[in-house]
């Protein structure tokens, strides 16, 4: 009887399943249900453990992200890089080959971007066969093609707003899905130019919800998606901080939460630092997030991140420490 009356109660926490006037109510209820979030991750044929944190590293392929771009655009250095990541803590391989960076001087197609990211794919898989690798695209074609080659996980920045047959073509696949908060295009959705909002908790878990009913339409199982919240995607320093904060609020979407707070400009905001030096911010914020609720964690320096989530943890779980 309790499971079931859990049941009918988390159809009412969804603001996005309900009627307009009752976002507040919704929210109410799913902070009020016990937390019932997944201890696993389905990617492809395998589950990936959520017990502990699990950290995504970043490999940007591309001449002009915001942090690391042109570093490791030539294979034999992003193969280096993603050896790096791995020996260094990461579970997950993340590679992108489009730059969210705002002010950038054209849009990539989808044949440049598989000139970019495709080669790596293949590489890792031989490199490192054990790890789990994840494409950061929003093109079908890219993610078709990139999954045929061995990659596990499309992680979609646009929600999967902006290529709705991406869906369909991580449904084929059996990949994991990661379905990122953002609002606009590529070239904007890091930019503050649809940073308005009335209700922003409310309206990003939302817009979430939406993005999970489009994914499961298409065909997606529940237990292979992952949501993200946008840490500084279309969302102003305030609120980034105030979202990480209430990330909680986010488990009423009953999908494991992943966080990329890397390096972004609401830390060098608190910190007063260049993007180079906020490796030890980034830390700081998964740690936060990890007690807020977060399970999976993108970084592009695990080792710090690592220590952080490490010691949140322990305080979680001290058993984990003394067995």
């Known amino acids: 009887m309790i499971g079931w009356c859990r049941a009918r109660l988390s159809t009412l926490a969804r603001p996005w399943g309900g009627p307009p006037e009752l976002p507040d109510i919704a929210h109410a209820v799913g902070l009020a249900l016990p937390c019932i979030v997944p201890h696993t991750w389905t990617i492809g044929r395998q589950s990936l453990s959520l017990d502990r944190p699990l950290l995504v590293g970043i490999l940007n392929v591309t001449p002009d992200s915001f942090s690391d771009g042109g570093r490791y655009y030539d294979l034999p250095a992003a193969a280096d890089h993603a050896q790096v990541l791995v020996d260094t803590g990461a579970d997950v391989v993340d590679i992108g080959g489009e730059s969210t960076r705002p002010g950038r001087p054209q849009p990539v197609t989808g044949a440049d971007e598989l000139a970019r990211v495709l080669p790596v794919v293949e590489a890792l898989r031989h490199r490192l066969p054990d790890i789990p690798l994840s494409v950061d695209t929003v093109k079908a074609e890219v993610a078709e093609r990139c999954l045929a080659a061995g990659a596990s996980i ?54 979430l919800g939406e993005g999970i009913e489009r994914a499961v339409l298409a065909g997606v199982t529940e237990d292979r998606i992952v949501v993200d919240p946008g840490l500084g995607f279309a969302k102003r320093v305030g609120q980034s901080w105030w979202l990480l904060d209430q990330l909680e609020a986010l488990t009423c979407l009953g999908r494991p939460i992943m966080v990329g707070p890397s390096r972004k400009r609401f830390l060098g905001a608190a910190t007063g630092r260049p993007v180079a030096q906020l490796d030890v911010a980034t830390a700081t914020a998964c740690a936060l997030a990890y007690d807020r609720g977060a399970k999976i964690f993108r970084v592009h320096d695990p080792g710090s991140a690592h220590d952080a989530l490490a010691v949140a943890h322990a305080a979680r779980e001290p058993r984990s420490v003394a067995e």
């Open 154 to 207: 499309i992680n979609d920045v646009s929600g999967g707003r902006l290529d709705p047959d991406l869906l369909s073509v991580v449904a084929g696949a059996g990949a994991g899905l990661v379905l990122m908060h953002s609002r606009g295009t590529v070239a904007d959705m890091a930019t503050y130019d649809h940073a308005e909002y009335h209700d922003l908790l409310n309206e990003i878990i939302a817009e």
